[in-house]
């Protein structure tokens, strides 16, 4: 079965600062990728990031990248040099190999001073 | 980039009535979701639509919820007839091929209030 957790429900931070979002998963599956999405506060939902199971290598994008620890079945999304507009709702989720759904987290709602 | 657009943003219907929520996909794309987000909560997902097909659902899709999209026209979701329960955000999603192979795009989300 397949299960994401996010426990942090809240975090904030300040502008220019590094911010780390944490995700934990469950799934028997070998073959899986999880996604990293942002929440705007319209509802939109947009694409931040992803990461293969099948890869090593910690994936970046821009200002966002993710530490990927397999064996613990943990991934976290850290934002380098945070702003205001950083904030939003991230989600954490999860795809098997083959499937059709992604599974998602909880969130965690995310401040960013100015 | 590539909209996935949601028609109405929001929908206010009395319980028991019929509702049928829009969803214009992205314009290639062949791989068609739905998603209920109740306030507060983590979206989860109702159904995957493929080549005419439903290929996964999950246990909120219940019987009462179908969906369809008939001749490359809008994707549907239609709940005939409405629970309280029902009341939720629902989000459209798009994708060119399945998701486990990349990345969905998402509406804006249509909000359905039954009462």
């Known amino acids: 079965a397949q299960r994401v957790t996010q426990v942090q429900p809240t975090g904030s931070s300040q502008w220019g600062e590094e911010v780390t979002l944490d995700c934990s998963y469950e799934t028997s599956e070998y073959f899986y990728r999880i996604f990293w999405y942002r929440q705007l506060f319209s509802g939109e939902m947009v694409f931040l990031i992803y990461?293969?199971?099948?890869?090593?290598q910690n994936q970046r994008s821009g200002r966002y990248s993710v530490v990927f620890q397999k064996s613990f079945k943990s991934i976290s999304l850290v934002i380098s040099a945070s702003q205001p507009e950083d904030s939003g709702t991230y989600f954490c989720?999860?795809?098997?190999?083959?499937?059709?759904?992604?599974?998602f987290g909880t969130g965690t709602s995310l401040l960013v001073d100015p | 980039g590539p909209k996935v657009l949601q028609i109405p943003s929001h929908q206010i219907i009395d319980m028991g009535q019929m509702v049928t929520l829009n969803c214009d996909p992205v314009?290639?794309?062949?791989?068609f979701y739905w998603y209920k987000q109740i306030l507060g909560q983590q979206m989860e997902f109702l159904v995957n639509f493929y080549n005419g097909k439903v290929m996964e659902k999950s246990k909120l899709f219940k019987d009462q919820f179908s969906v369809e999209r008939p001749d490359g026209s809008y994707f549907t979701l239609k709940i005939q007839p409405t629970a309280l329960e029902d009341s939720a955000v629902y989000f459209c999603?798009?994708?060119?091929?399945?998701?486990?192979?990349?990345?969905?795009?998402f509406g804006h989300g249509t909000k359905l209030s039954v009462l």
């Open positions: 314009s290639n794309h062949l791989y």
């Open positions: 999603a798009s994708s060119l091929q399945g998701i486990s192979n990349e990345r969905l795009f």
């Open positions: 990461q293969p199971s099948f890869d090593t």
């Open positions: 989720a999860l795809s098997e190999l083959g499937g059709y759904k992604l599974t």
